[in-house]
């Protein structure tokens, strides 16, 4: 199989992309990256070696200057759709950013370029927000492009991962591509907990929460309950920590 290309938009610190590069090995490159985030490009440049410069905000980016590529890789920015968020969609404006609708630049991208395949992954509430229409409308989109899209939730504590965090996942072929039968994996391993990948040397006091920064936590909690919105956290033990 020749080696295939991908693009990785809202790249954030590569999480995506580290995730394609383990399932394909030295069969795919990345071409392409953007992230908006100057911090998280700084990680992203630390954890990657690539021989292209992280680009910025994508919707200041133009198609013409994303090179080909067989593989759109893009975890668009859940804050509009998240649970712990005021949920304002594709209305959302965030220090003059439109989050909410940042998914079709995506589409902007992928309709000059015509991927095979186009991945997106968001939070579970995109699934119901606006009853249903915002999710709606994204895989209208898709089926428009001429995609056939496929979708589910799945959780990262089903596959090795001691945490519970759901999210849907959407992959989308192109149509002349078959793919009647494409499955979602299967859970395969549910059994990790937090003590299974702590460090067993002593860690660095600066990695911990301090007791100023967990008081800011327990206010913002609260803030979020008064509002109704799902923001929260739990202390557990270590063997129950997922």
Not at 10 to 35: C, M, P, Q, W, Y
Request: charged share 30%; proline share 3%; net charge negative.
């Amino acid at each position: 199989m020749n080696q295939l290309k991908s693009i990785d938009l809202f790249a954030g610190i590569g999480g995506i992309r580290l995730g394609f590069e383990n399932a394909f090995g030295d069969k795919i490159k990345t071409v392409f990256a953007s992230e908006w985030d100057v911090h998280a490009q700084k990680t992203y440049l630390a954890n990657f070696e690539d021989d292209f410069e992280i680009s910025g905000d994508i919707t200041q980016i133009s198609e013409n200057d994303v090179p080909a590529f067989d593989i759109c890789l893009a975890g668009f920015p859940c804050q509009a759709f998240s649970m712990a968020g005021a949920k304002k969609g594709f209305d959302d404006d965030y220090k003059g950013m439109a989050r909410g609708t940042l998914f079709f630049d995506v589409v902007r991208i992928c309709s000059m370029h015509r991927p095979k395949v186009i991945f997106c992954e968001n939070v579970k509430g995109l699934t119901i927000h606006d009853k249903g229409k915002t999710f709606k409308t994204i895989m209208g989109a898709l089926s428009e492009l001429g995609y056939t899209p496929f979708s589910e939730v799945l959780n990262s504590r089903d596959f090795g991962v001691p945490q519970n965090r759901e999210r849907i996942y959407i992959v989308a072929f192109r149509n002349d591509i078959e793919s009647s039968n494409f499955e979602f994996p299967k859970p395969t391993d549910s059994s990790k907990v937090l003590e299974d990948i702590i460090e067993e040397n002593p860690v660095c006091a600066r990695y911990y929460l301090s007791v100023k920064y967990v008081d800011t936590l327990r206010r913002h909690r609260a803030r979020h309950e008064a509002k109704g919105h799902g923001f929260g956290y739990e202390i557990r033990e270590g063997d129950d920590c997922v």
